[in-house]
């Protein structure tokens, strides 16, 4: 197990390189592999899996919230989205447009 989640280390480092240190990224990855015993691949593979799932779902969160910002998109001319923000959720015009739009804040999908 520990070459699997020495696997999730590399991937997770590779992610946050620069592209010139990814080439030695890659070598590790590929010894790391090339040492693995048939349990160890199928462990890793189990883990992959998950890690799509993973992927798969916050991708249908991203999804859903788009097709909000789709279904308001025809009244969002007609609506006054500075009092609407104001009087329900006492916060300004551009907060509003942040969370409709999924906006980052500090790192967070709003």
Same mark, same amino acid.
């Given at each position: =197990?520990?070459?699997?989640?020495? $696997?999730? #280390?590399?991937?997770? +480092?590779?992610?946050?390189?620069? &592209?010139? /240190?990814?080439?030695? *990224? /890659?070598?590790? *990855?590929? &010894?790391? =592999?090339?040492? =693995?015993? /048939?349990?160890?691949? #199928?462990? +890793?593979? %189990?883990?992959?899996?998950? /890690? $799509?799932?993973? !992927?798969?779902?916050?991708?249908?969160? !991203? @999804? #859903?919230?788009?097709? !909000?910002? #789709?279904?308001?998109?025809? %009244?969002?001319?007609? +609506?006054? %989205?500075? @009092?609407?923000?104001?009087?329900? $959720?006492?916060?300004?015009?551009?907060? $509003?447009?942040?969370?409709?739009?999924?906006?980052? *804040?500090?790192?967070?999908?709003?």
């Amino acid at each position: =197990m520990d070459k699997v989640n020495r $696997f999730f #280390e590399l991937k997770e +480092l590779w992610k946050q390189s620069a &592209e010139a /240190d990814r080439s030695s *990224i /890659d070598r590790q *990855i590929t &010894e790391l =592999m090339d040492s =693995m015993t /048939d349990q160890e691949v #199928e462990l +890793l593979a %189990v883990g992959v899996q998950n /890690d $799509f799932d993973n !992927i798969h779902q916050e991708v249908a969160e !991203i @999804k #859903e919230q788009l097709t !909000i910002r #789709e279904r308001l998109e025809p %009244v969002l001319p007609y +609506l006054s %989205v500075s @009092k609407l923000s104001k009087d329900y $959720f006492n916060k300004s015009s551009s907060w $509003f447009y942040q969370r409709l739009n999924g906006n980052k *804040i500090h790192g967070k999908v709003c």
